[in-house]
């Protein structure tokens, strides 16, 4: 059984200033690689969207920021999956719909690396399935470098926000890649 695709949060609230600076611009670029490449196996998909319920938030339900970039643009064939924590597993039917295909292993990308992407991709994990990220499909925001809670120290940027969540994910959770070493070890 091909391993699915679970692309979390591609939306276009994510283009907010709300979150600060913001590293690897090619993240839905490389996303939207992978996308075409399941679609051309004809492999399951499955799109994350996460509608806050924070106030001030950009992706509240019915903010044009909650819809998704056009780059991963779901088919009307391709699940949607509805969320309004960090984990995609929580209060949805993703891990059923998973086990009802017989799916053992995911590959995770989206937004943002150190939130939903890292949750979701500990929990597949911890759920046993086999997991990959798609590093280079991926993006930080600086929103996440408060260190108040230390003074003294210097925020980090969004590649620091990004490679650290990722170092936390690799070996642990899941196996890092990029996207054209996933497309070709999936050829």
Not at 29 to 34: F, I, V
Not at 58 to 85: Q, S, T
Not at 150 to 161: C, L, V
Request: aromatic share 8%; with cysteine; proline share 6%.
């Amino acid at each position: 059984m091909a391993q699915a695709l679970i692309l979390i949060d591609f939306q276009t609230g994510f283009d907010s200033p709300y979150w600060g600076a913001r590293n690897n611009p090619d993240a839905e670029a490389n996303a939207a690689l992978l996308l075409n490449h399941w679609r051309a196996k004809g492999w399951p998909v499955f799109h994350i969207r996460h509608l806050s319920t924070t106030v001030g938030s950009p992706l509240v339900d019915g903010d044009p920021g909650a819809e998704f970039k056009p780059e991963v643009m779901p088919l009307d064939n391709e699940p949607v999956i509805n969320k309004n924590v960090n984990s995609a597993f929580i209060g949805t039917d993703l891990e059923e719909r998973l086990h009802g295909a017989f799916i053992t292993d995911v590959v995770t990308c989206g937004l943002t690396t150190p939130h939903c992407v890292s949750t979701t991709t500990r929990m597949a994990a911890n759920l046993g399935f086999g997991v990959t990220l798609a590093h280079d499909a991926c993006a930080g925001f600086t929103t996440n470098a408060d260190t108040s809670w230390k003074p003294g120290t210097p925020a980090m940027t969004a590649e620091q926000i990004h490679d650290t969540a990722v170092a936390h994910l690799h070996g642990e959770f899941c196996t890092a890649l990029d996207t054209q070493t996933i497309i070709g070890t999936l050829a």
